[in-house]
């Protein structure tokens, strides 16, 4: 009896010390004891051996298992991380168009299909800018018919004026009705569009009238005039522009419009509509854009006075220049750095390009007048540039873009008039 107690105690000890060591063998997380019965007449040895096949395929499996959820929770938290990235972007760029005063941003399903909208002290402002260069023109027109006796161009002028004064009443009529009563928003249109009609007529026999002038005056004695705040008025240059490392760009320009003078000019190539962009939108300074980047300019210019301004560039460090009559106002650097003004593009003046050649904009349409728009492939001298802001007879012309009217077409009502600079400024 006590022989066979012993031969069962042994048995339990070995069975025993075989579960100890599974359990040691698989430890990971919490270690789990496996029973296997065992027959009183087996060997211990040869059941270890059996049943050591499925313990360590097991093992491997869970291994298996652990890596892979390892694998991925570390994929989860990389996409995490990508995930908080982008969204910190998209808020810091959402926070600057809002923020940001100069934005060109535009609003979502704003209207920009003709002229903006006006408030009836706009109108009435902008009516008056109008009568004013009209009667400037006129005053041009009576001094080509002193030295010129044309019989039909007294008769023009003398209908001319008395157009004039007919619309002179116009505004005052409309004056005093704004004083008696704030007229609905759809009489206020109609009487819009019938003043712009009127206008638009009276251009038209101005223009036919100084065609006398065209046939006399040389090629590059002419201005460019744009009266009215709209998204088809504006002027093509014929040439494009060739791939430039610096530039010069110089201009006359006359505007009192507000809020912004607008979009003097803007050349834009395939896949950048921003290439080269000269503007002044809404109430930010005039700012020069190179492949989308920009430089707030210090030029003061809206007095409803002629000044003469110059931008030189340099792809060499983004270096630029800004002068006004002739004197530097400012400069800066890294606009556009090594980025060089790519060729075969679209150069309009008046407005600004969403596209190649088009997708214009009321809001950013230029109103004023631009004259001896010159452009060089290399960074002038402040003497050279002097020279042009004075008239000096030492003054150079464009080499990649001259001032002549055979090189501009003009659109939409846009109109060219006799202009010589230092002589009829201010």
């Not at 570390?74 to 926070?95: G, V």
Request: hydrophobic share 35%; net charge neutral.
């Amino acid at each position: 009896m006590r022989t066979m107690i012993s031969g069962v105690s042994w048995k339990l000890f070995l069975l025993t010390f075989f579960l100890l060591d599974l359990g040691s063998s698989q430890d990971f997380g919490q270690a789990r004891f496996i029973c296997t019965s065992v027959p009183a007449n087996m060997d211990m040895c040869a059941a270890t051996m059996q049943n050591s096949g499925p313990a360590e395929d097991l093992k491997t499996t869970v291994l298996q298992l652990r890596e892979t959820v390892l694998q991925q929770k570390e994929t989860i938290m990389n996409q995490k991380e990508t995930i908080r990235e982008l969204t910190a972007k998209l808020s810091r760029c959402e926070s600057q168009s809002i923020t940001d005063p100069g934005s060109r941003r535009k609003e979502t399903g704003k209207n920009t299909m003709g002229d903006v909208s006006r408030t009836p002290a706009d109108t009435l402002n902008q009516l008056s800018q109008t009568l004013q260069s009209l009667k400037q023109r006129l005053e041009n027109l009576e001094q080509f018919s002193r030295n010129n006796n044309s019989a039909q161009a007294n008769n023009l002028k003398d209908l001319l004026q008395n157009k004039i004064e007919d619309l002179e009443k116009q505004v005052l009529s409309r004056v005093n009705s704004m004083e008696e009563s704030k007229p609905g928003q759809k009489n206020e249109t109609e009487q819009r569009v019938k003043v712009d009609s009127t206008l638009t007529s009276l251009h038209h026999r101005i223009s036919d009238l100084e065609k006398g002038q065209k046939e006399n005056r040389p090629a590059d004695k002419f201005q460019l005039t744009f009266l009215l705040r709209t998204n088809y008025m504006y002027a093509k240059v014929k040439k494009s522009l060739p791939e430039m490392y610096s530039f010069t760009v110089c201009m006359w320009i006359k505007s009192s419009a507000s809020p912004g003078l607008g979009t003097p000019f803007s050349y834009a190539v395939p896949g950048q509509a921003n290439e080269l962009v000269l503007i002044e939108w809404g109430d930010n300074p005039m700012e020069i854009l190179i492949n989308d980047k920009v430089a707030k300019l210090p030029f003061v210019v809206k007095d409803g006075k002629w000044h003469h301004i110059c931008i030189t560039w340099t792809t060499r460090d983004g270096v630029w220049e800004a002068f006004q009559d002739g004197v530097l106002r400012g400069n800066g650097e890294n606009l556009a750095p090594y980025h060089p003004i790519k060729p075969q593009g679209v150069l309009v003046l008046g407005q600004e390009q969403d596209t190649l050649g088009g997708g214009f904009d009321a809001t950013q349409a230029f109103v004023g007048e631009l004259a001896n728009f010159n452009i060089w492939d290399r960074k002038l001298s402040s003497g050279e540039i002097y020279n042009l802001a004075t008239c000096n007879s030492k003054a150079l012309v464009g080499n990649v873009i001259s001032w002549a009217e055979s090189n501009v077409d003009v659109y939409g009502g846009a109109t060219k008039w006799t202009f010589e600079a230092c002589r009829q400024i201010n």
